[in-house]
């Protein structure tokens, strides 16, 4: 009887034991949301905090308190914080968003772990990016095809609105496969532009949108499908709206096709470099400075932080004339090595299908309260886009 006795207590006390190294092993975070920019916000008890751990991806979920504060209980390791809010007023969505990377949540020397997180400000673009094909496909002989990519963008609102001026850029690094310099090094207030820039010409009212429309601007504005090109699992941009064309190529531009006018190049490539791993698309607009006057301020042209001796420059844009941004990413490995900051995008987004699968990405469509159809804009690009058959090859 007393061996039994003996057998018990020992149990016990492994369990007891068990419990208290699982009790140790998570910790209380509290994490304190801060408005960084000036605007009227409204409730601070509505904004919803998400913590996912980076290594298991488990996600741990609260909402601010009164005082801006969400209480929550996570095991132990590194993790991302994030935070985004929205309302409407008027016509005009606004929109606050915040993260941080690489939160390390230790033992419990103290009650609970402080984390400040600051949002920023932003509100909703009339013109936004609406479908991405980056990756290409495979060629006619299963060989990798990259050279029939194309964005489009639409307008989200019920009036019309003007492309005249609009300007279009990729943000530099072109592959996100490691951290961003200017990330780490800079407080973002500039976006660094890659390879080249370009602008919608027009007066100011040349070129309407329509509510609801669409155009797409090619890399390459031929028939990739057939003729002298004849891939079958591409697609076919003869009769795109737009296209990126350098005019210092010789041969002209495809009949009806309209150039955009290419207002900063850097290097002597004459063809537009879109990374097949995923680029970060900006679209932004200069309101009082004519945009090729802006690209040759050598005050507006740097080189990438921590390179002196690069031969590299790339176009600094200040960070209030984006108007829309989508953020991509190759895979899942690469989703926090994000090119711009959370105010213009929160969440970066990846295609599984990957490299010359001949997917694209595009905007989920949403219904409004008074029942509209929608392209879902959140600034969170891993939320609004989703992965599809492009939409000039249905």
Request: with cysteine.
């Amino acid at each position: 009887m007393r061996f039994f006795v003996f057998i018990s207590a020992a149990l016990i006390a492994l369990i007891c034991f068990a419990c208290n190294e699982e009790a140790l092993s998570y910790q209380k975070v509290v994490v304190a949301v801060k408005i960084k920019e000036k605007g009227d916000f409204p409730a601070i008890n509505n904004v919803q905090i998400k913590m996912t751990n980076t290594a298991s991806g488990v996600v741990y979920n609260a909402s601010c308190d009164d005082d801006g504060l969400a209480h929550l209980v996570v095991e132990r390791g590194f993790y991302s914080v994030q935070a985004q809010y929205e309302y409407i007023d008027g016509a005009i969505q606004y929109m606050y968003n915040g993260r941080l990377d690489q939160i390390e949540v230790l033992s419990a020397k103290e009650e609970f772990q402080k984390v400040e997180l600051f949002l920023d400000y932003s509100s909703k673009s009339a013109i936004v990016i609406s479908e991405v094909y980056f990756a290409g496909c495979k060629g006619n002989k299963g060989e990798n095809y990259m050279k029939d990519q194309y964005i489009a963008l639409y307008n989200n609102t019920h009036e019309i609105v003007y492309l005249d001026g609009l300007c279009v850029g990729t943000v530099a690094p072109a592959v996100a496969s490691k951290p961003s310099s200017w990330m780490n090094a800079t407080d973002m207030s500039f976006i660094p532009i890659a390879y080249m820039a370009w602008q919608f010409p027009g007066s100011g009212k040349e070129y309407p949108l329509l509510p609801g429309q669409e155009v797409m601007i090619a890399n390459n504005a031929v028939n990739h499908q057939a003729g002298s090109y004849n891939h079958p699992n591409s697609v076919d941009l003869s009769h795109i709206d737009w296209a990126f064309w350098d005019p210092s190529l010789k041969h002209d531009i495809n009949a009806g096709v309209k150039p955009l006018n290419m207002f900063w190049k850097h290097g002597t490539s004459s063809s537009y470099a879109i990374a097949v791993q995923g680029p970060t698309f900006v679209l932004f607009r200069f309101e009082d400075i004519v945009a090729g006057d802006f690209a040759k301020d050598p005050e507006n042209l740097q080189k990438e932080p921590g390179r002196p001796t690069s031969s590299s420059y790339f176009l600094m844009i200040p960070k209030e004339t984006i108007i829309d941004c989508v953020d991509i990413v190759e895979d899942l490995s690469d989703k926090n090595n994000k090119r711009v900051p959370a105010s213009l995008d929160v969440e970066a987004v990846y295609m599984a299908a990957g490299r010359y699968s001949g997917r694209a990405l595009r905007r989920r469509v949403v219904t409004t309260n008074d029942g509209d159809k929608q392209m879902q804009d959140t600034n969170n690009s891993f939320a609004d886009f989703e992965e599809v058959i492009p939409s000039l090859k249905k």
